[in-house]
């Protein structure tokens, strides 16, 4: 059981870690319908900088930034699920 | 589909905070009573936040990825499964890498975690015994980013940031090609593969085919 989850998350990881080379850098369906419209010019603001901007390591050059960022958020997002998930399991 | 902040004004942002709130704290009374499999829940999670950043270009210079609610909902039998993930994946998307505003998290939560979830995890249900699970993991996955897409044109168009018309056409139209290219193939790749392979890692609920 628990090898099999370890290559479920070595997927995950290695989908993370291939996503800045084959993503494409076309503007996603929400960021085009908004370059189509006066009304959504200029209203996007950012009120909060946060450390990786656009999965990116602010200072790292090239596409190391953009693996090592989704690297983070990969893990970030496990060890955040696993403890908010056991933290309530064991409550209940 | 990441709404930024700004373009949802806060006494709208607030309510679809509260509506998505109130399912979020319903999916953590299924985290905590009705499963136990963590690891694979943040196993799931992880592996939902790697291919959010898989953008797959489509026609029109334009571009989507998977959201993977009613993948989640699917591979753990539950359409709250959906909500609790992307609820987490969204919060980490927003907080540390600028992807979707942190005053619209409730609405993206609401709609990718709750509209898209619900929606295509009971097409889901409703479809498999006639059409199979790879069929009906497609269609109810299509179905909801679909859902989601024209939910957000809908909240954008209450917020005077886009044109009511125009905004349900666009958002529809990309997201109609999103849906077959990202959200349906690789919910039905990830749903049927997992079946396959590893069957036994998954819910009872889950793996039941009648």
Redesign the interface.
């Known amino acids: 059981?628990?090898r099999?989850?370890a290559v479920?998350?070595g997927?995950?990881?290695l989908?993370?870690v291939?996503?800045?080379f084959?993503?494409?850098?076309?503007?996603?369906?929400?960021e085009?319908?908004?370059e189509?419209?006066e009304?959504?010019q200029d209203?996007?603001?950012?009120?909060?900088s946060?450390?990786?901007?656009?999965?990116t390591v602010p200072g790292m050059p090239g596409a190391a930034s953009e693996v090592v960022?989704?690297i983070?958020?990969?893990?970030?997002?496990?060890?955040?699920?696993?403890g908010?998930?056991?933290a309530?399991?064991k409550?209940? | 589909?990441?709404?930024?902040?700004?373009?949802i004004p806060l006494s709208q942002a607030a309510i679809y905070a509260l509506i998505a709130l109130v399912f979020i704290v319903r999916s953590?009374k299924w985290?905590?009573?009705e499963?136990?499999e963590?690891?694979?829940?943040?196993?799931?999670?992880?592996?939902?936040?790697?291919?959010q950043?898989?953008?797959?270009?489509?026609p029109?210079?334009?571009?989507?990825?998977m959201t993977g609610g009613v993948l989640a909902a699917i591979l753990l039998g539950s359409p709250w499964a959906g909500v609790?993930?992307l609820t987490?994946?969204l919060?980490?998307?927003a907080?540390?890498?600028?992807?979707g505003?942190?005053?619209v998290l409730g609405a993206n939560i609401l709609n990718m975690g709750v509209i898209s979830t619900f929606l295509g995890y009971y097409t889901y249900l409703a479809l498999r015994k006639r059409v199979g699970i790879a069929a009906a993991s497609f269609a109810g996955a299509w179905l909801g980013l679909v859902a989601a897409?024209l939910a957000?044109?809908l909240e954008?168009a209450l917020a005077?940031?886009?044109?009511l018309r125009?905004?349900l056409i666009?958002?529809g139209m990309?997201?109609v090609v999103?849906g077959l290219v990202a959200e349906g193939t690789l919910t039905a790749l990830v749903v049927t593969t997992v079946l396959r392979v590893?069957p036994?890692?998954l819910p009872a609920k889950a793996r039941e085919v009648a």
């Open positions: 059981m628990q099999r989850y479920a998350l997927i995950a990881f989908v993370a291939l996503a800045p084959l993503a494409s850098s076309n503007p996603d369906g929400l085009k319908t908004a189509k419209f009304s959504a209203r996007e603001a950012e009120l909060l946060s450390p990786f901007p656009d999965y960022a989704m983070i958020g990969t893990a970030l997002v496990f060890v955040l699920s696993l908010v998930a056991r309530l399991t409550a209940g | 589909m990441h709404i930024p902040d700004g373009f953590t985290a905590r009573e499963f136990s963590v690891p694979l829940l943040a196993t799931l999670a992880a592996g939902i936040f790697a291919i950043a898989l953008n797959i270009p489509i029109w210079g334009t571009s989507g990825h609790f993930i987490l994946v919060v980490v998307q907080l540390f890498f600028a992807d505003g942190i005053t897409a957000t044109a954008l005077g940031t886009f044109p125009e905004g666009f958002m990309y997201h999103i590893s036994e890692i």
